[in-house]
């Protein structure tokens, strides 16, 4: 069966960094689209990147963009997801996502509801 599991999520102060890692399972990683969203309290969830595993072409939210960095290991099956320059505003429970059917289309992130699965989500709290 599908697996994600994430790890790398903590508390920083502002300006710092954090990388968050999603290890994929159970279906072929390298033709789909997979994403990093995120939820803060009260809030809807947010993309905040994706990458198509199969040409690592990358997309962001104008929120991250220039901060964050997505990025792939293939022989792990594992999608990573850089945090720099970190924000209070970015203090939320991140999730990644995958759908072994979904592509990614260029200039977008998907929404929440094209993906199938999804990881246990890391907090990363910002002050």
């Known amino acids: 069966h599908v697996q994600l599991v994430e790890s790398g999520g903590g508390s920083v102060q502002a300006g710092g960094s954090l990388r968050l890692s999603c290890a994929a399972s159970?279906?072929?990683?390298?033709?789909?689209?997979m994403a990093w969203f995120r939820q803060a309290p009260g809030k809807e969830r947010e993309g905040v990147a994706r990458?198509?595993?199969?040409?690592?072409?990358?997309y962001y939210a104008d929120s991250v963009k220039g901060r964050f960095t997505i990025s792939q290991d293939n022989a792990k099956n594992t999608v990573y997801l850089q945090l720099n320059s970190l924000k209070p505003e970015d203090t939320a429970m991140y999730y990644c996502a995958a759908d072994p059917f979904l592509g990614c289309l260029r200039g977008s992130i998907p929404p929440a509801s094209d993906f199938s699965y999804w990881g246990q989500g890391t907090q990363v709290t910002v002050s």
């Open positions: 990458i198509a595993t199969g040409s690592g072409d990358t």
């Open positions: 159970g279906y072929t990683y390298n033709r789909n689209c």
